[in-house]
């Protein structure tokens, strides 16, 4: 079991540039979760698949922010044209629910936009 | 709408003493209750979840109570060390997975 795990670990970006971000969920697990968490607060949930299915997406999910799990393993999370309040810590989950509801995390993706 | 409540937001205890953290929700229909730890500027360790027909669940020095009608759970952590120093979030699940956080209790264990 090798975990969640998700690349890049830090990216530093210029406002108005383009970034993306990977997540590789623990190999068997089916969901997969996207949060943001900025200093101080709790993680806000983003979006959530179920294998490539996209089944919910946050409010906070605005048209800059995209996300992807084509053949139901790895996600990607794609931000355009970033903006400065788009500096957070950004976590993937996944999860196995027929063994248990459990979510596991990765150790994030900080962006900071300048 | 779902709210996640944590109280105290920090807490300062001195080593070896017994504490309480608190979470509070709104809304009762949850399908499970986790609590996390997280270290500064690094991801979310699962410590204990609780499914909504349990009342609580223990794992070491770790018990978590969960009461969905009145919308509470605690987080009691015996015997308090140093390496305990992080912070604790609360989140409360959906059927489908999808989790409402608190802001968290950052504890500091002093030696």
Redesign the interface.
Known sequence: DTG?SQDPRHKITKRGQNVTFRCDPISEHN?L?W?RQTL??????LT?FQNEAQ??KSRLLSDRFSAERPKGSFSTLEIQRTEQGDSAMY?C?S?W?FT?????????T?LTVT | KQE?T?IPAALSVPEGENLVLNCSFTDSAI??L?W?RQDP??????LL?IQSSQREQTSGRLNASLDKSSGRSTLYIAASQPGDSATY?C?V?T??????????TTLTVKP
């Open positions: 969640v969901r979760y949060y101080g607060q709790g993680p806000e949930f959530y089944l919910e976590l989950a999860s629910p248990g509801p459990e979510q596991y995390f990765g150790p994030g900080r | 996640v944590q399908y499970n986790q996390f500027g690094k991801g979310l360790t699962s979840l979030l989140a699940n059927n489908a997975g999808k989790s409402t956080f608190g802001d968290g």
